[in-house]
């Protein structure tokens, strides 16, 4: 069972304002019922406001009611309606000063083993512009003379489980040649 939104509180409104047993506020609350017990006492929570679930639809009148009827019913949290939030992605990565200019090294990579990849892809692996992408693939990038095409695995500027999810996904093959296994494995 989920726990209601501030417990103590939740705890002190259904002391204060329902027939409900300690153990059943416990249970619901999940708090111990000493503690519970003590709230009611006035030695803990001194002050506290209380924190009415059915305002904000953690219970119903109802569901209250049954339990106030038998003390060996739990209450029930209420399900919420509202959509399950999403998770969202991490957003672009920080890649070092260092390692931005061994970005053009791993397109030219990508784009000479993986040519099936889409250019959105290659930007979400290796964090750069579609502009970039096509300078390196037609060798007008400024840096065309010294380009060398390197792993971005081996680089630092991907993860290999994220390039092979991006080489399923584009429908290519994820088995890399027995050199690139090698060389990947050698690093510490």
């Known amino acids: 069972m989920t726990q209601p939104l501030m417990p103590k509180a939740t705890a002190v409104w ?13 249970e619901f609350c999940q708090l111990h019922s000493l503690e519970v017990q003590a709230i009611a006492d006035g030695e803990v929570s001194l002050g ?20 106030s009827k038998d003390p060996s019913l739990s209450l029930e949290i209420q399900k919420s309606e509202l959509p399950k ?7 672009p990565k920080y890649v070092p000063i260092s390692k931005r200019g061994d970005k053009p090294d791993a ?17 979400r692996l290796v964090g750069t512009t579609k502009e970039t992408i096509n300078k390196v693939r037609d060798r007008t990038h400024w840096n065309s003379q010294q380009i060398t095409a390197r792993h971005p695995v081996i680089l630092g500027l991907c993860q290999q489980q994220d390039l092979d999810n991006a080489i399923l996904k ?19």
């Open 14 to 26: 259904l002391i204060e304002n329902t027939a409900l047993s300690f153990n059943q506020v416990a």
């Open 107 to 123: 397109i030219a990579w990508l784009v000479k083993h993986h040519p099936e990849l889409k250019d959105s892809q290659i930007n």
């Open 48 to 67: 506290m406001q209380g924190f009415d679930p059915i305002a904000n639809g953690q219970l119903s009148r109802a569901e209250i009611e049954r339990c």
């Open 85 to 91: 939030p999403t998770v969202k992605g991490k957003g």
């Open 170 to 188: 584009a429908g290519g093959k994820t088995e890399a040649p027995e050199s690139q296994i090698e060389s990947i494995s050698e690093i510490p």
